[in-house]
Structures are given as C-alpha cells and as structure tokens.
C-alpha cells in the first residue's frame, strides 16, 4: 500500500483546526456569540460560520471546483455541530481513494491555514469576553487524524 503523506499531513491538520478549535468553541458563556470588539469587526458566531464556509469551500477544491459561499450565520450550537460536521466531511474525503484535484499545499495554505487563524481569534475573543480557555503545550497532545468531532481527548498538559 502506497501512503499519501500530502493526505495524512492534511488529516492531521484537519484534526488540530478540531482539537485546538473545540477547545475555543465548547462552554462559551451564553453571550459570547453576539461579542463585537470593535465596529466592523465579525461576532464569535459570525466567525464560526465563516470557518464553517471554509471547509464547505475545501470539500469543492478537493473536486477540482471552486465554489464559495458566504452562509448566514445559524445559532451558535448550530454552528459548532457544523463546524464539527465539515471537517469530518473533508477528512472523509481526505481518507477515501477519491481523487484530490487541489494541491496539498494550497489547500492547507487556504482554508486550513485561515481556519486556524480564525480558530485563534474566538480564543482571544474568550479572554476579552473574560472566559479564556486555558493555555496548552499543544505539541504534546493527542491529536488524531480522523478525530474530528467534539469528542477529542482531555488536554495533556494546560497551564493558567
């Protein structure tokens, strides 16, 4: 069997954006989706879905299309269940023996890279909504690829 190290190397990627983005999204304090810190700037929510649209986005350059689309924002447990669900749907792919007709590196330089950006801008957005998660050595954590859903493992090693 021939291994696809572009395919695994994105599955575990896809497996970080998970871990490390349902760390920042999971507990949020009833308010915090509607947090604007400046004028102009997006929401919480408004964030997650556009991290949604990004992996809605991979799923049609993984096909060779490039299609975007700007969803309206769901509820906020809406779109962590999305946020979730698309990143499956992309691993799934990733995982299968269909054809990838994007390159690794533009898909991660993408919608990956700019998920994890957006991923660490909700974690700020806790600290100044005064609901910051705990830091972590990330390096040692569990982070498997195919693990994409809100059942990642407990963190290794989190400090104050």
């Known amino acids: 069997m021939v291994i696809d190290h572009d395919r695994q190397f994105l599955r575990h990627a896809l497996a970080t954006v998970a871990y ?7 507990d949020v304090p009833a308010d915090f989706s509607a ?5 102009g700037t997006r929401t919480p929510l408004e964030i997650l879905a556009h991290i949604g649209d990004l992996f809605e986005w991979m799923v049609h350059l993984i096909d060779g299309e490039h299609v975007w689309t700007d969803s309206p924002p769901l509820g906020w447990d809406e779109e962590v269940e999305r946020f979730h669900r698309l990143i499956g749907e992309v691993d799934a792919l990733l995982a299968s023996d269909l054809p990838v007709k994007a390159s690794a590196q533009r898909l991660f330089q993408g919608p990956v890279a ?31 690829p195919g693990r994409t859903g809100n059942d990642q493992a ?6 104050d």
């Open 114 to 144: 700019d998920a994890l950006t957006h991923v660490g801008q909700i974690a700020m957005m806790r600290r100044i909504a005064d609901s910051p998660i705990r830091g972590e050595n990330f390096f040692k954590a569990e982070i498997v």
């Open 154 to 159: 407990a963190p290794a090693y989190e400090f």
């Open 20 to 26: 490390r983005g349902g760390k920042a999204i999971r």
């Open 35 to 39: 947090l604007r810190v400046a004028p």
